[in-house]
C-alpha cells in the first residue's frame, strides 16, 4: 500500500492521503473538539503530533466533498470522524473495515483504537469486539503533604529498579481482576525502561516518580512512574504489591505525585481500566473521571 496515492474504495468513495498539519484542519474540529470530553480538550498542536506520529491520514472524499476522515494502515483504524451534513458513520466504518481487511495481514487482528462510547455499538454490528476499556482522569495540583506509612522508604527510580519494577508490575496486573489480558515481562521492561530513557531526564517529570520499599525485605512494593503527554503530567503507571496494599501506599504515590506536579502544571492526568477498583481512591483524591475509550479488534479474515 503506498499510502500517499489516491485509494478508491467501495460505492465511490475515494481515501485522500493529506500531509499531518493539512489533516489536522478537520480532524483537531471533527474528532479533537467532538469528543473533547473524553480527552481533556487536546490542543490542535497535540493532534497535529498525533497524526504526525501515525501519518497515515485520510479525507473521505465522496464525490467532490470531504465527508470524513480517518488514521488507517494495515490492520489499523483510529479516530474515524464524519463531516456535516453527512451523517452515516456505521456505513463509512464498514466500507473502511472492509478495505483495511483487504491490506491487512491476516494471521493478525485489525486493531480499532481508540473508540469513544457512542460509536462502539456501530463497530460491534459489525463483528468487532472489545479489547479493553479505559477512563481518563484528571485533577488539579496542589502542594499537599504526602504520608508515607511506617516500614517503608521511598526514593527515586533508579536505572538497576527496571527489572525489578517490570516484575512488580506483572505481579500486581496478574492479582488485578480488571486485567484480561497480561504482557510478558519483556513487555514491561520495554515500558520501564521508556520512563529511564526518556522522561527521567525531565526533572519535574522524575520528582513526580518514585518507587516505595519495604524497609524490611529491601523489596519495591510500589512504584508511580511520570512522562509529559499532550502538555500535561501523565502517570504511565501506578502499582503495589498486592502484599502490600490497602495501608495508603498508592495514596501516598499519588499525593506526592500532585504535590510534585504543581511546580510547573495546573492539573495532572492518569489512564485507568474501567474496572479498576483503584478508580475508588483516584475519586477520593479528587480526579475527575471522564468518558470511556475502547480498543476493539476485529479478526482479519478475508471474504
Not at 516484575?167 to 520495554?190: E, V
Not at 531526564?201 to 509529559?228: A, F, P, Q, W, Y
Not at 503530567?233 to 506526592?256: A, E, F, N
Request: net charge negative; hydrophobic share 35%.
Amino acid at each position: 500500500m503506498n499510502e500517499h496515492e489516491l485509494i478508491e474504495i467501495e460505492d465511490g468513495l475515494r481515501l485522500v492521503y493529506q500531509e499531518p498539519k493539512e489533516y489536522t484542519r478537520y480532524y483537531s474540529i471533527y474528532h479533537g473538539q467532538k469528543y473533547a470530553d473524553s480527552y481533556f480538550r487536546r490542543s490542535p498542536e497535540t493532534l497535529v503530533e498525533v497524526a504526525t506520529i501515525f501519518d497515515c491520514g485520510y479525507f473521505i472524499m465522496e464525490g467532490e466533498m470531504i465527508i470524513g476522515g480517518v488514521l488507517l494502515k494495515p490492520n489499523f483504524m483510529s479516530d474515524l470522524f464524519v463531516v456535516p451534513p453527512y451523517s452515516d458513520y456505521e456505513r463509512l466504518a464498514h466500507k473502511l473495515l472492509n478495505y483495511v481487511k483487504k491490506i491487512s495481514v491476516t494471521e493478525e487482528n485489525i486493531i480499532v483504537r481508540e473508540v469513544v462510547e457512542e460509536q462502539v455499538a456501530a463497530y460491534e454490528q459489525l463483528g468487532c469486539k472489545i479489547q479493553e476499556v479505559n477512563v481518563w482522569m484528571i485533577r488539579p495540583t496542589e502542594q499537599m503533604m504526602a504520608i508515607l506509612p511506617e516500614g517503608y522508604s521511598s526514593r527515586a527510580v533508579w536505572s538497576e529498579d527496571a527489572d525489578d519494577i517490570a516484575c512488580l508490575l506483572m505481579k500486581a496486573y496478574k492479582a488485578n481482576p480488571a486485567y484480561k489480558q497480561i504482557g510478558t515481562k519483556d513487555d514491561y521492561l520495554l515500558h520501564v525502561n521508556e520512563f529511564i530513557d526518556q522522561h527521567k531526564h525531565h526533572k519535574i517529570m522524575d520528582e513526580c516518580s518514585r518507587v516505595v520499599i519495604d524497609t524490611h525485605s529491601n523489596n519495591i512494593v510500589g512504584v508511580c512512574l511520570h512522562m509529559e503527554f499532550e502538555e500535561y503530567p501523565l502517570i504511565m503507571s501506578l502499582v503495589v504489591d498486592p502484599d502490600h496494599q490497602k495501608r495508603g501506599l498508592g495514596r501516598y504515590l499519588l499525593t506526592h505525585s500532585i504535590h510534585s506536579s504543581s511546580e510547573r502544571y495546573p492539573a495532572t492526568r492518569l489512564s485507568v481500566i474501567k474496572d479498576n477498583a483503584a478508580i475508588k481512591l483516584y475519586e477520593d483524591l479528587g480526579f475527575l473521571r471522564g468518558r470511556s475509550i475502547i480498543d476493539m479488534y476485529l479478526a482479519c479474515e478475508r471474504e
